[in-house]
DNA sequence: CCAATGTCTGCAAAAGTTCGCAGGCGTGCA
DNA sequence: TGCACGCCTGCGAACTTTTGCAGACATTGG
């Protein structure tokens, strides 16, 4: 029965694809529709090429679908859903460190969700 | 605003954690409830010693937790959910190279879920 | 107490990832 | 045509993760 072998490691590509927080932030940051890579640089505050190199390996991985106008690459989510998806693991993480209680992941998600698309 | 910072990095801690094949097998294998090392070893066809070091950072981040009972450690999922939720990340992977559409993810789904709980 | 068992930790080599930088390619404007 | 712009890729240095192995520790049975 290969078929586990095979699926748990198409799942730990998506997990290490999804191990940076530089490519968490780009991927929220899409969640408000398609940008261009210098649009995404400016917000994460990264430089473009960085995000350049980012952007690569999403799309490899088809995360990540271009759209090219002029000299501009824009770039959305092939799944928007995944966004929320990723939030969905806000449960999961060791909260003893830096956040206190539950209630802060509730603040976390809050700051990080669709009110807040203000520049930064 | 710094939390999106320490969010996304807490996140990306996970994301890491998870990215692994056997990692991501071990967690689904403690879907069925607690199991102690050798047991694990067994099931995955892995070197206990293996499987110890994988635990020990699972634990190091509170994904697992661990109960001993002679020489013997069972550990078990702090998150009973978390199971569930890596699985959600089917729709995501990139099905092109070995599985042919959406049906095989639910057969993949299938493959791993509860009733497959024989030998291997 | 001694030996066997189950598990953990430390270490170093191999493998993989990230990052900045230099240079390349295509597009648009003067 | 020439130049600036936006983006992409290749490369090497620095860093991190994985893996096997050797040895340590705790528990149990003889």
Do not use: C
């Not at 261009?36 to 991985?61: E, F, K, M």
Request: cysteine-free.
């Amino acid at each position: 029965m290969p078929s586990r072998l095979i699926v748990s490691r198409e799942l730990a590509d998506l997990f290490r694809l999804l191990a940076h927080a530089d490519r968490l932030r780009l991927i929220e940051d899409l969640r408000g529709g398609e940008k261009d890579v210098t649009g995404i640089a400016q917000s994460l505050d990264l430089p473009a090429t960085r995000v350049s190199q980012h952007l690569a390996l999403l799309r490899a991985q088809r995360l990540v679908e271009e759209r090219r106008d002029g000299r501009n690459h824009f770039y959305r989510l092939a799944h928007p859903h995944l966004a929320a998806w990723v939030l969905d693991a806000l449960p999961f993480i060791d909260i003893r460190q830096r956040l206190e209680d539950a209630d802060h992941i509730d603040t976390a998600r809050a700051l990080w969700s669709v009110a807040d698309r203000n520049p930064h």
